[in-house]
């Protein structure tokens, strides 16, 4: 089984300050992780994903996240919060492998409030 | 470029009645989705495909039916709708896989009373 936990249901940022939306994940061996963005009445956007290499990934809107194996988290970060990033983020797994369809679980979202 | 189009946005549904929302896909997916989004529950899938005339269950599949007949479209029916399914229904779509990168449409509000 895998899951995804968005510990945070709601977060509150100051514009110009650094922000962080919190994930953490259990899956059986490597796992793809995804960000998406989800504006008001519309769809979710892929933001940004992890699937090998350097922990840090960048994407797009100045987002990026950081991978710890360790800690199974992957958090979602950008160095300075605008009004415009308002929105409901979503973390999302998906076991690494081949062979079929992998079913990519989705988190239960965190909504951002950046303050003017 | 339109992406991935839902049909209709909104609907207002009697208990009983039976309804099909619509998604269209132009980006040559062989991947199509449908979720329904429920406040604190995420999203859960509800079917999905993987090609042309293949559907299968997600984790949530009772009280709605698939198609694919197309590989462009991808049909979400609810046969007689009960209240539970008052929700916003998402389809998506991928080119693949591996790396799964899904691409959603705007949505469909749908209330049963």
């Known amino acids: 089984a895998q899951s995804v936990a968005q510990p945070e249901d709601q977060v509150n940022v100051a514009e110009g300050n650094p922000l962080t939306v919190k994930c953490t994940y259990s899956v059986s061996g490597n796992p793809y992780l995804f960000w998406y963005v989800q504006y008001p009445n519309r769809g979710l956007q892929f933001l940004l994903k992890y699937i090998t290499g350097d922990n840090l990934v960048k994407g797009s809107y100045g987002f990026e996240a950081e991978f710890n194996k360790s800690q199974t988290s992957f958090h979602l970060k950008k160095p300075s919060a605008l009004v415009s990033d308002s929105a409901l983020y979503f973390c999302?797994?998906?076991?690494w492998g081949s062979g079929g369809y992998q079913k990519v679980t989705f988190g239960t979202g965190t909504k951002l409030q950046v303050i003017p | 470029n339109a992406g991935v189009t839902q049909t209709p946005k909104f609907r207002v549904l009697k208990t009983g009645q039976s309804m099909t929302l619509l998604c269209a896909q132009d980006?040559?997916?062989?991947?199509m989705y449908w979720y329904r989004q429920d406040p604190g529950m995420g999203l859960r899938l509800i079917h999905y495909s993987v090609g042309e005339g293949t559907t299968a269950k997600g984790e949530v599949p009772d009280g709605y039916n698939v198609s694919r007949l197309k590989k462009q479209n991808f049909l979400l029916g609810l046969e007689s709708a009960a209240p539970s399914q008052t929700s916003v229904y998402f389809c998506a779509s991928s080119s693949g896989i591996a790396k799964n990168i899904q691409y959603f449409g705007a949505g469909t509000r749908l209330s049963v009373l």
């Open positions: 999302a797994v998906r076991r």
């Open positions: 980006m040559n997916h062989e991947y």
